[in-house]
C-alpha cells in the first residue's frame, strides 16, 4: 500500500466566513475560496471552515466538504444526531447541489452528462484519475449559461463558458475531473488543467463555487433551498 504525504500548506485566508442562516440545529454558511473545510494533519493547516465555527457554536460538526479552492453553501450540524441525519440524506442523495463555474473554451453542446468512474491516485496524491476498472460511479451534468471572450491584459481574447454543474454523486474532485474529461477543465483549477492555455497562469482562484443547496430540514421537515450569487 502507497504511503501518501501530503505537502500542502495552506496560504492564510483573510476572508471570513458567512453565516447566512443558523438555529439551534444547524447553521448555513458561504465559504470563502481559499479555506479548508476541514483542518490538516499539518499544525499549519490548523485555519479551516470547522476551526473557525467550533469557535462560535462548540460540538458543531462537518456534514460535507468543499474543496480548497472552491466557495460557497455549506451546512454545517451543531450536534452529532443532527449530523447524522443531514449524512442520511447525502447518501441517500437526496440533497441537491447546483455550482457555478468558468470553463476554459467554448463548450460545443448546450447541455449534456458526463459519467465517467473516478478512482483515487495514491502515488500522484491529490490528483484522482478517471478509471473505469477501479473507480467509483460518478456522474455530472452541465448546462451551459454563457459562452464569452475575456480580454487579456495583453490584449488576446480567452474563451470562456460559464455553466451550471449538477453532481448527481458525490466523489472528490467530481467536477474538476470531470470538466477535464470533457476537455474544457474549470478555469484557474491547477491539479486539472485550468492553468495550461496562455493567460490563464495567473487565474486568482478556482472558478467554482457552490450556488445551490437544497436539503430537508432534519428537524421540522421543511424544505431549504439555499441560494448564494456566484462571486465571478
Known sequence: ????????????????????????????????????????????????????????????????RLDFGTSGLMVVARNKAINAAL?????QRTVSKVYSALLCGHLDNNEGVIDAAIAKEPALFPLMSICAIHGKPARSRYQV?????????????????????????????????????????????????GRV????EQTPRLMLHASELHFVHPISGEPISARHACPF
Open 197 to 200: 492555455l496562455p493567460g490563464t
Open 145 to 193: 449559461i454563457e459562452r464569452f471572450y475575456r480580454k487579456l491584459e495583453n490584449g488576446t481574447l480567452l474563451p470562456l463558458t460559464r455553466v451550471q454543474l449538477t453532481p448527481e454523486t458525490g466523489r472528490t474532485h467530481q467536477l474538476r475531473i470531470h470538466c477535464q474529461q470533457l476537455g474544457h477543465p474549470i478555469l484557474g483549477c491547477d491539479l486539472y488543467g
Open 87 to 91: 449524512c442520511q440524506q447525502f447518501s
Open 1 to 64: 500500500m502507497s504511503t501518501i504525504f501530503d505537502t500542502f500548506i495552506a496560504p492564510p485566508c483573510d476572508d471570513q466566513i458567512d453565516i447566512l442562516h443558523q438555529d439551534e440545529h444547524l447553521v448555513l454558511i458561504n465559504k470563502p475560496a481559499g479555506l479548508l473545510s476541514l483542518s490538516g494533519k499539518n499544525p499549519h493547516n490548523l485555519d479551516s471552515v470547522h476551526h473557525r465555527l467550533v469557535q462560535i457554536f462548540p460540538g458543531c460538526t462537518l456534514v460535507h
